[in-house]
């Protein structure tokens, strides 16, 4: 650790030199933001209705960065002795991205067309918290077991097969996913899933300091609420006319069955019969991440409670039961059980959407069947097709980037560093660690 | 408490499937955000000015919704043990009467229709909050007394018993409640001080966890802040046009006004001279709940000042001097004191809304004269006429549903279970009590 | 101390009598909150584009809202012992000044006008807000130092002093500056620091309270974050058509560039070489700073990322270096650091804006151009004019009046109850103070 400094100074600086250089080539103002027009921007819309204009986007852009920074950072606070690192790396992650992203999203919107400029507005923005999502779906992962020039380097890498991923399914395969069940949670998720298992250590399981308390429980808290809050503005950001409205109450409806039946199963299967805040802070917004795919579909009121409801039970499950399963057998940890979050849910919100899009039919959908680029079986095929693709993207570059960041040169943690902020912090108070617990883990 | 991990279970899941049941068979999407017009869903308003588009109605029907999970779940995470279940119960509070208060508003608002189908937008997703946050309220005053049973219980009869009230009120009476200060705050906190009444113990008074510590009551101030940045949302959510406009500027003058107030006399009723936590955290927002009815009148900016200034004088004098008297005369423990907060400057709304319209005359209101559905004695009367019928159903109805819930089937609490986390949640650390207070409290 | 009680109570009470009587006097509704038109408020606005409709303002001015509340509020919460007067004496503030601000504004605004009223609208309450957040910036310098009583008093004055340098600034010499640097950040932080070095006492030096303990500074970054997420709504909040979203776009690539490169510095000139909480609190927010006077420029988005890396460099060394030397060279105890995230970031954007017009043609600004009230090298020279001339007023009112606050009737705060909420809160527990930390500090 003698040379953090030293790395994650530079490896900072150097970026944000490139990026300043880059942005001076490729990137400017879009044209409702450049200086042409004086006035109503609203007017410059020329396809009104298909086309969302800044008043229509920004509520629902800040609603989406508030989820990054309040929602992913606070959520991840949950742990008693990374406080500082769970809010501040997802703050530095985000604002990383957020260059890094603009400039590799704007890339591969080129492909294929004919301008060289990357023209910014407030879609762009949101399109770069997206990437952003992705990123700190997998940090969720590797929580304190990374030091930030780690996480640095996979944000870098992830931005640029993330935006693969979605040119294979968007641009090829064509398939539908407003909320970003497959390009955002399941692909984040499995990308940070294979990265943990390059980086797993024997005494990851069971370490002193991989807990909560009292308090930082309801830190995490905050991080819930926030992104279920603002998670309907999420899942119909990118949406328009009734299909956005249609993505908000579905949005709304799955989460809100999601948390009843979290707090159904969670005391259910525990051993004393209690709630366990785990369930709360998460399962509770598998909901959101299962509804994504399917948003802005006909599966009507019902059908996003039945979604949410089966979310529920996927992902309280998955953190009762099956996480440490694959923490015993296939030495996979997932510090916050980011596949029961976003893993498991993503997947069921792309097999949601194949059944969803099979059930459709013209006179249902009305103008509404414009949403579809292919036949209703070919469309629904093509969700399957591009979820495998996703995950298959996800799974071989991240084992490849966790393979990358093996190397004892990007300040990795010891095992007595693990979770603990002291390490990259000026914080010498422990306050909620006995010494026995102090010496317990120094030793191992 | 034996059963406590079944019922919980088994109220919840049985809930659950009946409303996705109901939900398959009464409820469906809102023309606009159906499957017919795909576009511009701002075309698609006929009577423009009169009916509000997603894009007017989204960012308010946000803002309501984060007074209902942050603003009303952290406000009560103040109790120093109990604020996992303040902010978690608050949650699973919510999302229940999101789905139940759909169906149940729905099916009031069929009544007289030809309709047999509730078609949801986003205003009946503002609607469902405005059912959610009478439920709260009533949570407020049994906070800590009561399992998820009994909150459950109490939810799924209090938004029937609120509808009839609305139905009554605004339907029959035509009484005018921009901001629900009558139906919403005086009805919620009525039903829950009847509720609270039944279920009164002697060992609440006094009781050693039935307190706040230092950082309890700053979490507690993220509560009351995003409360009160909030307000004007609310009351002026379902208003139009400079109605709406005017509604948002009361709230925000009178709820200003009743900030100052209440610093000023917080210190002066103190015995040590001193400012107290709990007239900050509750008595700022009086000033929102008592301009509910008028937000939208003519009340001008000097009135909405004096609104907001009264209900400070009410709410915190409520607090400090009426809410001990309560419970040692009529045995009523009212733990946020919902009393001070919602009821009384509920009741004063309703006066003082009578009072408002009482000096109204065409001249001054022009076209905002539409507001008022009878002759201006007769509208001023009804206001006070609507009170009476909710404040009658509320306590009548709450005393109800407070003895049935006492029927010891309903996991009902012991005496040391009160405001403890441990008795529903996984948590066993109890760092901020010490041993004597614990011993003290067991054997009480 | 002996009559804080009463001085607090008396000053808080006299003046919301006298708000009272001068809104009676003064303020109605504007014209769309008025009961003239009732229908769509957004047919009112004549000229489109130019003048902003309720829908437009609304969603920004609440983001500026809990900038003011949550934000400033609890990014004070830091200080281990002061979190109540931290977030609840920033509550009052701003609740005042909302109140003051309207009066004083709307004064300044009458002058060479025709009415004698002031017409409140969502424009009127974003432009308190504004005032208020140059108060909040100087209570930052003071804060822990100062009684409620003498905030209230620096408040009163300051509001008036505000607008003599908007009046200078904006309405004689024409400098644009859309989001503060000069009139609210520069101002704010050096009228604060002039109060501040009235104030100075020796033993606010090293003294054991100020400081943060773990959870403080937990809860001082749910202030950053929120300042951070809704900076680009300040910034943009006054600008219309493409001069608003140019002014998001660009405020956001600076915070996240400042961002990064805080992260960059902050380990590197630590001693131990680890990133500090303090600069990672403050330092990251300087991009928004820097960015107000030029966010609605044409700097181009390369441009906003060197803004905001300069910002944080300035900003960051200046936490590390400069104020301990101000502090022991000239007597600057500066609480918040506020000279490092207000003081210098906005004397920088003023340059930088100076800099950007200077750059500035026809060609390129086209429509645009009409931001300018000058020929280029004028409106480039009047940026630096309107900063002198804001600093002088700053620097002269700001010292006056702490000479005033430091008049010894004023509640004024002894040695010992520096950076302490027992002074004026009900609260015994001392939880976080070891005994010896107690007696150390009180024989100090």
Known sequence: ????????TSILLVAQVIFIVLFGLFVDYGERAGPASHGDHNSTSEVAGEELTFDQFYPMYQDVHVMMLIGFGFLMTFLKRHGFGSVSFNFLLTCYVIEWSTLVNGWFGMIGGSTNKIHLDVESLLHADFAAATV??????????????????????????????????VEIFKAVDVGGSIFIHAFGAYFGLAVARMLYKKAQTEHTKEGSIYHSDIFA????????????????????GNERHRAVINTVLSLSACTVVTFAISS???????????????????GGVAMGASADLLTHPFGALLIGSSAAVVSTLGYQYLQPILQK???????????????MPGILGAI??????????MDAYQASFSIFNWTVPQQAGYQIAA???ALGIAIVSGALTGLLLKAPIW??????????DEVFWDCDEEPQLSQSEKLENGTS
Request: net charge neutral; proline share 3%; glycine share 8%.
């Open 1 to 8: 650790m003698s040379n953090t400094r030293g790395k994650e």
């Open 136 to 169: 700190l779906i997998s940090f969720g992962a590797i929580l304190g077991v990374a030091s930030p020039v780690q996480l640095i380097i996979m944000a870098t890498i992830e931005v640029v097969v993330y935006n693969v991923s979605i040119y294979v399914g």
């Open 221 to 240: 808290m905050i991080g819930t609420i926030f992104l279920w809050l603002y998670w309907p503005s999420f899942n119909a950001g990118p949406a328009v």
């Open 268 to 286: 259910v299967i525990d051993k004393k019969g209690k709630l366990n805040m785990v369930h709360i802070q998460n399962a509770t917004l598998a």
């Open 329 to 343: 057998r296939i030495k996979l940890h997932d510090t916050c059980g980011v596949h029961n979050l976003h893993g």
């Open 352 to 361: 949601v959407s194949a059944i969803t899009i099979s059930a459709a039919n």
């Open 387 to 389: 979820m495998a693709v």
């Open 411 to 420: 300040d990795n943690l010891t095992t007595e560093e693990l979770y603990e």
